[in-house]
């Protein structure tokens, strides 16, 4: 065999090991601490499924009370709106908040646990491995502001679930979530002032309380006496305030509902009737973006599980000659171990866990740049910047470790255009791949319960529709990393590890490594579902085009979906 890129720096078979060794633990180190450390963090789905219910709670076009239009069954939006929303709307749309602030209170009392904890009593091992104990570690502005976001969510979340439960009839429930923030605020510790950054909340929360109260009880709190049975029950002066908090704090149905109670107690019909024309153009509008959301996944959905239950048949009554059948592929590897090792930890870890991380952040310190103060479009930029310096990396290393075997064998790196049988790989692949990853992703979310991490990329999409930021998470998610990500787990490692293993131990164990590269916990059942699809898919096809392309579909599935569930 040839030499290697290591063997060519070092000169020296053994340094060479004696580095990778070194390089391995160092990468393996990084990277485990950042997988477990993914452990306390929120996956994105949790905050996705809220936003997909606001979406919906706007998309009925109500108000704070059953709109009083008719049930028009020959209207198509009223129809649309029936098939996807249904009758339990709201009642859903509850149990989803309560849910949800479960685990961010849990989240927040975590972080309160660490911060009252000394500092010479925490663990090093859990300040490395835990979001809660890397905030321990970071300093004391750290440490606040990071509790500050926590229960700041927490309170938003207590404003719109308190919503919910006032729009079904649960006043008294309402006024008492809207009393958990004060609660909370009161259980703190002396030494974390809640007032400095929860105080805000408190008038909003008096407001709602105040709005959907009794009425007399409104009026005589306001203004003491009861002079006019038909004046408005808030004098003007307070009303305005009111409102300007409502437009502050609040969004979508949240906000149109209450503002259209203020306007009821107000009296201002015109006001009223102008907000219902709104919401009413803005819900037809929504349940398009529902509709497109839901549609073509749903028709891929439907084409997959008949996909998968004619594969599956086929299967059985073929065996060997079957689609799914492994029996013929092969690859030729002219390397040995050694060569995939250094591939992957010199090119992928080392230099995508160590050496971008330090040149990013070496180049942020240059300009005088924090991090904190980025917009979402530069953010982009940054990742996708980041993502090519570490491609770039990767394949040059992968280039100059197999360049001493060049020409490769027959079947390597096959990019083949002229046979069109990609496309129907690629998109049945895609197909087949959604009912599996799907029923997967059901019973990993019961596993973690909002828990494990996500990728970070999805976390930016939701907070930003600055062009610039889509348009550079589009190239990061669907061009740069379904190019890169086959090219070496599908191009280089899958076909390397059958010279060890059967092709179907080969794609297992490569879907594995990829799950674990995106360094979320919460992710590694679905990713490696997705990643024994691709495998497969570029195993028969023995064309990266066809696994480019499915990666390159459900990527952009998921962006396009983010992006429509994310516009307001």
């Known amino acids: 065999m040839g030499s290697n890129i290591v063997t060519g720096i070092t000169g020296s078979g053994n340094f060479k090991r004696l580095v990778l060794v070194v390089l391995t633990v160092l990468a393996l180190s990084v990277s485990g601490l950042s997988l477990v450390g993914s452990f306390t963090q929120t996956q994105i789905q949790s905050r996705l499924e809220l936003y997909q219910i606001n979406l919906m709670l706007r998309a009925t076009g109500e108000l704070d009370l059953p709109p009083d239009r008719p049930a028009e069954t020959d209207d198509p939006i009223a129809v649309l709106r029936q098939q996807l929303l249904g009758d339990r709307t709201f009642a859903d749309a509850r149990q989803q908040y309560q849910a949800f ?135 003007p002066a307070i009303a305005q305030g009111i409102e300007d908090n409502i437009r502050q704090f609040l969004g979508g149905w949240f906000r149109n ?39 073509i996944p749903s028709l891929a959905l439907l084409c997959g599980i008949i996909s998968l239950i004619v594969l599956l048949v086929q299967r059985f009554l073929k065996g060997s000659n079957s689609l799914l059948s492994l029996a013929s592929v092969q690859w030729t590897v002219p390397w040995a171990g050694e060569t995939i090792w250094e591939v992957f ?71 083949n255009w002229q046979n069109g049988r990609w496309l129907a790989w690629g998109i049945g692949g895609y197909c087949v791949a959604l009912p599996i990853v799907i029923l997967v992703s059901l019973a990993n979310q019961q596993i973690w319960q909002g828990q494990g991490g996500s990728n970070p990329i999805l976390s930016i999409v939701l907070e930003n529709r600055d062009p610039v930021a889509i348009t550079c998470f589009f190239l990061t998610a669907s061009i740069a990393a379904p190019l890169f990500e086959e090219t070496l787990f599908r191009g280089f490692l899958l076909p390397s590890l059958t010279r060890y293993l059967p092709p179907w131990g080969a794609i297992g164990l490569s879907s594995l490594i990829f799950a674990l590269a995106h360094l979320s916990l919460s992710e590694v059942l679905p990713l490696t579902t997705l990643g024994i699809v691709l495998g497969v898919v570029y195993a028969r096809s023995r064309n990266l085009l066809s696994s480019i392309l499915l990666h390159g579909l459900w990527n952009s599935g998921t962006l396009a979906s983010l992006i429509l569930l994310s516009s307001r």
Do not use: C, H
Not at 282 to 292: G, M, N, T, V
């Open 101 to 235: 602030r479960q685990k961010a209170a849990l989240n927040a009392e975590k972080l309160i646990r660490e911060l009252t904890i000394p500092a010479n009593n925490r663990s090093a091992n859990s300040e490395a491995s835990s979001e809660a104990s890397d905030l321990a570690t970071a300093g004391p502005d750290s440490d606040f502001d990071q509790l500050a976001q926590q229960l700041r969510e927490l309170a938003a979340v207590d404003l719109r679930l308190g919503l919910l439960q006032a729009r079904l009839g649960e006043s008294a429930a309402a006024l008492t979530t809207w009393q958990q923030l004060a609660r909370l605020s009161s259980s703190l510790p002396d030494s974390i002032d809640p007032q400095s950054f929860l105080s805000d909340f408190d008038e909003i929360r008096d407001n709602l309380a105040l709005l959907w109260g009794n009425r007399n009880q409104i009026t005589n709190q306001v203004t003491n006496q009861v002079t006019n049975p038909n004046a408005p029950a808030l004098p």
């Open 257 to 295: 509902a209450s503002l259209a109670r203020l306007y009821r107690l107000q009296q201002r019909p015109a006001e009223l009737s102008l907000l219902a024309a709104e919401t009413n153009l803005q819900a037809e509008s929504l349940l398009l973006k529902l509709a497109a959301v839901n549609l």
């Open 345 to 415: 930890i010199l090119g992928f870890f080392a230099i995508g866990q160590i050496v971008v991380p330090l040149i990013r952040s070496i180049g942020l310190q240059l300009l005088g740049i924090q991090p904190s103060t980025l917009t979402g479009g530069t953010q982009a930029g940054i990742i996708l910047f980041s993502y090519g310096l570490m491609a770039a990396g990767s394949v040059l290393t992968l280039r100059y470790a197999v360049k001493s075997y060049l020409p490769l064998p027959e079947g390597w790196f096959q990019f």
